[in-house]
């Protein structure tokens, strides 16, 4: 199987910095976009940042210049790293990618959730 492990979230006052990983085990034959995705209550799941294998980026526009995302392939891991956070970047984040199993074809996959809160 393959599965999505998070961590690095929690409590962090505006200004700020916080920093996501996100890696991926099981019986992967290839990673394509790895990318984090957040959700706050009663609202949609919103794209924040994705990466593809070839280390293009793209950025929600709320977030440029502020979280940068990254990813190590040989461990199959993703990061992001937010400065500059600001009450509003409050939510559960959630890491997303679409990976091809060894035993099937590509599909996305995500993780459990890792909540970042932003106040004073």
């Known amino acids: 199987q393959v599965q999505l492990v998070e961590s690095g979230g929690g409590l962090v006052q505006p200004g700020g910095s916080l920093r996501l990983s996100c890696a991926a085990s099981?019986?992967?034959?290839?990673?394509?976009?790895m990318g984090w995705y957040r959700q706050t209550l009663g609202k949609t799941r919103e794209l924040v940042a994705t990466i593809r294998g070839g280390g293009s980026t793209n950025y929600v526009d709320s977030v440029k210049g502020r979280f940068t995302i990254s990813r190590d392939n040989a461990k199959n891991t993703a990061y992001l790293q937010m400065n500059s956070l600001k009450p509003e970047d409050t939510a559960v984040y959630y890491c997303?990618?679409?990976?091809?199993?060894?035993?099937?074809?590509?599909?996305?996959?995500w993780g459990q959730g890792t909540q970042v809160t932003v106040s004073s």
């Open positions: 997303y990618s679409n990976i091809r199993p060894t035993y099937g074809l590509s599909r996305d996959y």
């Open positions: 099981g019986r992967i034959a290839s990673i394509n976009t």
